[in-house]
Every structure is written in C-alpha cells, then in structure tokens.
Nanobody, 127 residues
Framework: QVQFVESGGGLVQAGGSLRLSCVGS??????????MGWFRQAPGKQREWVAT???????DYADSVKGRFTISRDNTKTTVYLQMNSLKPEDTAVYFC???????????????????WGQGTQVTVSS
C-alpha cells in the first residue's frame, strides 16, 4: 500500500510563506504516471481540494489559492511540493497530498484523492 508523508507545515504570520513537501512510497515510474494533488481540511470542515499537477506537469488550482500557491513535482524523488505565498488566516488547515482524480458536479469540477491518506502537516496562519 502506497503511503504519503507530508512535511513542512508550521505557524506563520499572515502574508508569510511556507513550502510543503510530500513523499510517496511508490516507485518513480508509478509516481510519474499519475496526477498528484494537495488537499486541506480545516477544523469542522470537509477536506477540500487545493491544487493538482498532472503527470505531464500541467497545473490546476482552486480559486481560493490561485495566484498565491504553486504546485510542483520531482519524479526522481517521488515528491510533490506546494509553495504557499501571501498566506491568509483562512489557509489554516491540515494539508494532505494524494493521487488526484478529476470529478464533475453541478457544472463545475474538482479533484478527489483516491489513495490512502497520510497524517498531513498542520499549517497555521495567524492574523
């Protein structure tokens, strides 16, 4: 069973930056073949999609983070990154990575994680 290990979270002031990392335990060939996503879950809320990077390197972002967050990947290290700039208190959540699958609902789309979930990494943004 593939496992994901997230790291890089912490406490930061509003306007600050953090860089998250997620290492997958599968082979580099398998990792490079799938889309990877970042997701987050704030206290009392459902887990939501944040960003996705395809196997070819195309990226997609939720409207709430567009222009502030950047997703990237290094297939040789089976690692996906999330550079977060201009952080806001509403970005406070536990952040997870996972394989990502595109879903459609009510005329819009989102991404859903379909592998096992790791422990995540806590990001706290103070005002």
């Amino acid at each position: 069973q593939v496992q994901f290990v997230e790291s890089g979270g912490g406490l930061v002031q509003a306007g600050g930056s953090l860089r998250l990392s997620c290492v997958g335990s599968e082979s580099t060939f398998s990792f490079s073949s799938v889309a990877m996503g970042w997701f987050r879950q704030a206290p009392g809320k459902q887990r939501e999609w944040v960003a996705t990077i395809s196997s070819s390197g195309s990226t997609d972002y939720a409207d709430s983070v567009k222009g502030r967050f950047t997703i990237s990947r290094d297939n040789t290290k089976t690692t996906v990154y999330l550079q977060m700039n201009s952080l806001k208190p509403e970005d406070t959540a536990v952040y997870f990575c996972n394989w990502a699958s595109k879903k459609y609902s009510s005329g819009t789309y989102y991404y859903s994680g379909y592998g096992s979930w790791g422990q995540g990494t806590q990001v706290t943004v103070s005002s």
